[in-house]
């Protein structure tokens, strides 16, 4: 057991040296947000207060993270963000996208995640280039389901998520 935290963690990540595995915790008595463990749960700690859903990029030196942060000066939305591991320093990459779940690339160039479109539309896939900031959509869902997660395969070719659809997840 990694965790005996309780209530509601989610997403486990490991660290690309494998000293760690990041994971997101949120319950009524702690701030939410990205805590670390050990693999043999001997250490478990907050890591990033706010944080989501969390992928690294492939050198192991930086990740990209969901939040959720001010837009517009009246709505909460969440955001990718860009975290250098060496300096701590975050950069918000996007404005208003309300990202869930993230992977990033094999080569490191690109981060795919899943959204929940504002106003009952239909949840989908974009894909953000981290060196031009362009967002790409790449499938839309029926409104009636929720994404709950994704994961990029090694090659980059192919996209696995957990889709709920109103009767069970597929």
């Given at each position: 057991?990694?965790?005996s935290?309780g209530?509601?963690?989610?997403?486990?990540?490991?660290?690309?040296d494998?000293?760690?595995?990041?994971?997101?915790?949120?319950?009524?008595?702690?701030?939410?947000g990205?805590?670390r463990?050990?693999?043999?749960g001997?250490?478990?700690e907050?890591?990033?207060?706010?944080?989501?859903n969390w992928?690294?990029?492939?050198?192991?030196?930086?990740?990209?993270?969901?939040?959720n942060?001010?837009y517009?000066?009246f709505?909460?939305?969440?955001?990718?963000?860009?975290?250098?591991?060496?300096?701590?320093?975050?950069?918000?990459?996007?404005?208003?996208e309300?990202?869930?779940?993230?992977?990033?690339?094999?080569d490191?160039?690109?981060?795919?995640?899943?959204?929940?479109?504002?106003?009952?539309q239909?949840?989908?896939?974009?894909?953000?280039?981290?060196a031009s900031?362009?967002?790409?959509?790449?499938?839309d869902?029926?409104?009636?389901?929720?994404?709950?997660s994704?994961?990029l395969?090694?090659d980059?070719?192919?996209?696995?998520l957990?889709v709920?659809?109103?009767?069970?997840?597929?």
């Amino acid at each position: 057991q990694l965790s005996s935290l309780g209530y509601f963690s989610t997403g486990p990540v490991w660290s690309p040296d494998g000293q760690w595995v990041y994971y997101g915790h949120f319950s009524p008595g702690r701030a939410g947000g990205l805590r670390r463990a050990t693999p043999d749960g001997a250490k478990d700690e907050p890591f990033l207060q706010g944080a989501g859903n969390w992928s690294f990029l492939p050198d192991g030196a930086s990740a990209v993270f969901t939040r959720n942060d001010v837009y517009q000066k009246f709505y909460n939305r969440n955001d990718l963000y860009h975290y250098d591991v060496e300096t701590g320093q975050e950069t918000r990459l996007t404005h208003g996208e309300r990202p869930i779940s993230v992977a990033v690339s094999p080569d490191g160039g690109a981060v795919y995640y899943a959204r929940q479109n504002w106003g009952g539309q239909s949840p989908s896939i974009s894909r953000y280039d981290l060196a031009s900031g362009e967002v790409t959509p790449i499938q839309d869902f029926p409104a009636t389901s929720h994404i709950e997660s994704i994961s990029l395969s090694p090659d980059g070719q192919t996209l696995a998520l957990t889709v709920y659809k109103y009767g069970g997840y597929l």
